[in-house]
């Protein structure tokens, strides 16, 4: 039986895990922190017994089909649709922004194709060229939806100005015109019955997995296996050589509240003046429990220092430049393979980690697998 390490125990670890352990491999998984799940950790909050999910929300959609049976496999999954709403100078609003949104801001009554109309006169056509979000976002919606909805928003997440992103952010045109305010397209959507990390443990329940908690894996460590699944920050396995890739941290205040403090799971807030992003309550993200108290997080955005907890790569040019270096490295490293969002340096939704971090498993078995026959 060969050992293999492998260095997070979040949903790339676990998968990568579960699909070696299968094979006949014997898998050691190291954590820095001390519980398994990475950041899609959910616990009961002790006062309150609502179910929260510790490192920000997380809402399951996939067109996956696979892996939406993969994840159905190992947890109940209850239906759970993501509605959000944005309080933006004194009023609230149905995001991402439809129909509601546009008659409610302007005080109209158009049916979609005059909401089509009337948006595309609102406009700022002189940019032909869109570089920056700013152009970009003006370009499609015009000046009084950008401020209302993009414009501090956008600010508090990334802390600069949306002049300073680059236009490709805001892809496509960011409207819906009809009444659809379903934050997501995809086929598959909802909430696992007892949280994630429930799943989580099952996926790591196989006689030849061992977790090891609060142990950060070291890169030395390496020559004692016969492979390295490494999930943790890409920059910190070679010792930060390049400097630190840039990341935006979270901080959340909780609070706790009896019955119902905003009615929602998600309030986003756009203006510049409230220092938050967002408040979620999180016993909306569990509606079939009934609890009486109610926890909720103010989620603060800034940026990450050397002893924060990274959680969205920035990716602008000085990144880039830096990742082309640490890449040429991982390619270079033998006999580890990097995964996942933090040893590959991107944001990943949780059903395109697991996709991945099948086919990454998959790969390996088929390799190692011709070479031993
Ligand atoms: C605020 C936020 C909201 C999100 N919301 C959604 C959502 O609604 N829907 C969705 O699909 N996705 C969402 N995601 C994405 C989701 O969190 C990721 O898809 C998922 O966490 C990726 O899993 P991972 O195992 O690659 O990384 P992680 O979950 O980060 O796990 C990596 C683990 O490695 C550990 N580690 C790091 N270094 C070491 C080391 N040297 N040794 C040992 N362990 C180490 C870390 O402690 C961590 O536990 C969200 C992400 C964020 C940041």
Excluded at 111 to 121: G, Y
Excluded at 282 to 298: A, D, L
Excluded at 302 to 308: H, I, S, Y
Excluded at 354 to 367: M, S
């Amino acid at each position: 039986m060969q050992d293999i390490a492998i260095a997070g125990a979040g949903l790339s670890g676990a998968v990568i895990a579960r699909e070696l352990a299968k094979a006949g491999y014997r898998v050691t998984v190291f954590e820095s922190r001390n519980h398994v799940a990475g950041n899609c950790h959910t616990q009961r909050d002790s006062e309150t017994g609502v179910m929260v999910h510790v490192y920000g929300p997380h809402i399951f959609h996939t067109d996956d089909r696979e892996v939406w049976d993969y994840v159905n496999s190992f947890e109940r999954f209850l239906p759970y649709q993501n509605r959000v709403k944005t309080t933006s100078q004194g009023r609230v609003y149905s995001l991402p922004i439809n129909l509601l949104t546009i008659n409610q801001f302007f005080g109209k009554t158009l049916r979609p194709d005059e909401a089509k109309d009337f948006i595309a006169s609102r406009a700022d056509t002189s940019i032909t060229e869109p570089v920056t979000f700013e152009d970009q976002a003006l370009r499609f919606v015009g000046p009084e939806l950008y401020e209302a909805f993009f414009k501090g928003y956008t600010q508090k997440q990334w802390g600069c100005s949306p002049t300073e992103l680059p236009a490709s952010i805001l892809k496509r045109l960011p409207v819906r015109f009809n009444y659809d305010d379903n934050y997501f397209f995809h086929a598959y959507q909802g909430m696992p019955e007892k949280g994630y990390t429930a799943m989580i443990e099952r996926i790591f329940d196989h006689e030849n997995i061992s977790i090891k908690l609060s142990t950060p894996f070291e890169r030395s460590w390496k020559q004692h296996y016969a492979h390295v699944f490494y999930s943790g920050p890409l920059d910190a396995y070679f010792g930060h050589e390049f400097g630190r890739l840039g990341y935006r941290t979270l901080d959340f205040e909780r609070f706790t509240y009896e019955g119902d403090y905003q009615g929602c799971a998600v309030m986003n807030y756009g203006d510049l003046d409230v220092p938050y992003t967002r408040i979620t309550e999180h016993k909306h993200f569990s509606p079939w429990e009934k609890h009486e108290g109610s926890v909720c997080y103010r989620e603060f955005s800034r940026a990450c220092g050397a002893d924060d907890i990274p959680y969205y790569p920035i990716r602008l040019v000085k990144e880039k430049e830096q990742l082309a270096a640490y890449e040429e490295h991982a390619r270079r490293e033998t006999g580890v393979t990097f995964v996942g969002r933090l040893g590959t340096y991107r944001y990943l939704d949780m059903d395109v980690t697991i996709r991945e971090a099948l086919d990454q498993a998959r790969a390996f078995l088929a390799t190692n697998q011709r070479k031993s026959a």
